[in-house]
């Protein structure tokens, strides 16, 4: 998101561009920023204003819901976690319900997650639009100094209550975490944009799970059943086409960019797992291996500047597994030449790849979420994995390295 | 070598660390900045995080290596005044009794001048520059443009 700190320059009115050069540190070329940060200054807030305020969601959800002839239930299991996404009318079900279409749970399949009893989690969700009813004024609107770096409200005692408003399609998350209550409301439906649709709920899923010792995190994972390979690096690093390639192996696939983490340090797991969240597939812009999956792509009708998705439940279902452990990280790199090599690397070249692009995707990055992190560097054997033109290769590599790791 | 005696300590929460077989990774989660450190630097930063002053650390080298003379000093000292003007470190008000012990208990086995590292490539996920601009309701806005431009995403 290269325009992304332009755009907050702008908004702020802030004439010049933060710019990033090299520099020389010691001798060695490396990424230096020019921007000048001045920290934020502190902010404290009553939780118990947060906690009124969201009291006011709810009820602000019920009269939306009234006013559209009623709540529509979906219920998905996640990790093992049940989770209800209750709706205001139908308006907001197809723009946030398909990328974890994989994981909804029926009565028939699940006949003791009835209405009559209470989910681990419940999300309201509506929209302003259809509904007409809008969210209640924010108390923390006087503040200037209200907002963090994601749009986080500051100054909420975090253990109890998160707060955020996204700012590219205007949506308010809301999570009470003693309730296991949150509320997301976007004052229209047609503003959600498609990497809404292709992953949603991003926010408040991150910031609940992590309190149940599942870290929401940046990376592909595929394998077999015994275990499997987690991908680590930031976007364009290789990790969602090497995840797609094995679509046409015997590997299973469990995310191509973000998946679940059973932490070892805070859960006592033991062993690290990654978990299915999402099922669909973004294709970058260019990505010339992957020309079979174009016509799939569940945006058909899509904007220029959109980037096409696949829902893989619907075309490989049979690929996606639910879960799988963690046997071996992989930090990929294109090539240009035509072989796929693997080869043992550091655990810090891991960490580096994973945590920085992990942490700052969404709010709420901290010491505990690093430390699992580096606990999961720790614990696995992580490799180099440069990838070859010949795709095929891919998946075979990958396949050999898990059968050595898990034997 | 002015400050060659001051205390001081990791810079949390905002920073965070993990030293693993002898390299340091270290996350400025405020700035979005990340860097890491090779293995003298990893060494001198897990002295710091025990609580040893620059001069301390120094002494220690000076121990280690038969070689260690006025270059080697001062590229120690670069790295401390790197690692504070990054503030990944600020000044303890008094040694803490309670920090960890250092992770590598000795130096490496050569001496190869320490090298931090900065990666500033992750600071676009960031809204640096504080959002102050809000409608009534208490909402945040972005300009048309910028709407239009998240959907490259």
């Known amino acids: 998101m290269p325009w992304l700190r332009e755009l907050f320059a702008a908004t702020c009115g802030l004439g010049e561009m933060a710019r990033d050069v090299c520099s020389n540190i010691f001798g060695v070329d490396v990424m230096v920023s020019t921007t000048p940060i001045e920290p934020l200054p502190e902010v404290r807030r009553e939780v118990t204003e947060a906690l009124r305020y969201g009291e006011a969601l709810e009820r602000t959800f019920e009269r939306a819901a009234n006013a559209v002839g009623g709540v529509e239930v979906r219920d998905f299991a996640i990790a093992g976690c049940a989770i209800r996404l209750r709706f205001a009318g139908s308006a907001a079900i197809a723009k946030m319900t398909p990328g974890i279409a994989h994981l909804a749970i029926t009565a028939a399949e699940a006949p003791s997650l009835t209405p009559d009893l209470t989910p681990d989690l419940t999300i309201d969700i509506w929209d302003g639009a259809s509904t007409g009813v809008e969210v209640p004024p924010a108390p923390w609107r006087d503040d200037p100094n209200a907002y963090g770096a994601h749009g986080e409200v500051r100054g909420y005692d975090e253990t109890r209550v998160s707060i955020a408003f996204n700012m590219f399609f205007d949506a308010l998350s809301f999570l009470d975490r003693d309730r296991d209550y949150a509320a997301f409301y976007v004052r229209d439906v047609a503003a959600i944009p498609f990497w809404e649709t292709a992953a949603p709920l991003r926010v408040l899923l991150h910031w609940w799970l992590s309190g149940r010792g599942l870290h929401f995190t940046h990376a592909a994972m595929v394998g077999i059943e015994a275990g499997g390979a987690l991908l680590v690096g930031k976007g364009g690093s290789g990790k969602s086409t090497t995840a797609l390639a094995c679509l046409d192996s015997d590997l299973r696939y469990v995310s191509d960019d973000y998946c679940l983490l059973s932490g070892c340090l805070l859960s006592g797991a033991p062993e690290p797992r990654a978990y299915s969240l999402y099922s669909s597939a973004k294709i970058r812009p260019g990505n010339t291996h992957l020309p079979h999956l174009l016509p799939l792509a569940y945006n058909q009708e899509r904007e220029p500047d959109e980037k096409p998705f696949v829902l893989l439940h619907e075309h490989f279902p049979e690929k996606l597994a639910p879960s799988l452990p963690v046997k071996a990280i992989l930090v990929p790199h294109v090539t240009g030449q035509p072989d796929t090599q693997i080869a043992p690397t550091k655990a810090t070249a891991a960490l580096l790849a994973l945590a920085p692009s992990t942490i700052f995707q969404l709010p709420g990055g901290d010491t505990a979420q690093f430390q699992e992190m580096a606990a999961l560097v720790r614990a696995v054997p992580c490799y180099s994995i440069a990838l070859g033109t010949d795709l095929a290769q891919i998946p075979r590599a990958i396949a050999t390295l898990l059968e050595q790791v898990v034997s | ?153």
């Open chain 2, 1 to 153: 070598m002015a400050n060659a005696s001051r205390i001081f300590r990791v810079n949390a929460p905002d920073v965070v660390s993990e030293t693993i077989d002898g390299e340091t990774v270290i996350i400025h989660l405020f700035k979005g900045l990340y860097y890491n450190l090779n293995p003298l630097g990893s060494y001198v930063w897990t002295q710091v995080e025990a609580g040893a002053t620059q001069a301390e650390v120094r002494e220690r080298l000076a121990q280690q290596y038969a070689n260690f003379g006025e270059a080697e000093a001062t590229s120690v000292a670069q790295l401390f005044e790197k690692i504070v003007a990054e503030e990944l470190v600020v000044e303890a008000e008094c040694a803490d009794a309670g920090a960890e012990p250092p992770a590598i208990a000795t130096p490496p086995e050569t001496f190869e001048a320490p090298v931090l590292y900065k990666y500033a490539d992750m600071q676009d996920m960031l809204a640096l520059d504080p959002i102050h601009d809000v409608d009534e309701a208490g909402w945040p806005s972005l300009p048309p443009e910028a709407v239009e431009a998240s959907k490259t995403f």
